[in-house]
């Protein structure tokens, strides 16, 4: 059963745009901290940010202040804007609980290149 599915990764420029979504089950949802994780090739996954059930937000440092992360607990979805990208920020992103429980959706790719 496909607990996650992710979408919305593009190729960008530095310096550009873009906004993930993650549509996630009810059951899941509605119950847990979500997060969006990201993976680089040769890099183990890392987390980027995550949101409580009530809202708040916490990041990780390297994108502070350039993403935002988001819920909307009526439609069950998960998101992530993330402004002012950097080639460092090129990964597979994908979302999940926080901590980790459920299997890993098929991710979205981000390259960041000019």
């Known amino acids: 059963q496909v607990q996650f599915v992710e979408s919305g990764g593009d190729l960008v420029q530095p310096g550009g745009s873009l906004r993930l979504s993650c549509a996630a089950s009810r059951t899941i949802f509605s119950h847990y901290t979500m997060g969006w994780y990201r993976q680089a090739p040769g890099n183990q996954r890392e987390l980027v940010a995550h949101?409580?059930?009530?809202?708040?937000?916490n990041y990780a440092d390297s994108v502070k202040g350039r993403f935002t992360i988001s819920r909307d607990n009526a439609k069950n979805t998960l998101y992530l804007q993330m402004n002012s990208l950097k080639p460092e920020d090129t990964a597979v992103y994908y979302c999940n609980t926080r901590p980790v429980i459920y299997y890993w959706g098929q991710g979205t790719q981000v390259t960041v290149s000019s």
């Open positions: 949101i409580s059930t009530g809202g708040v937000t």
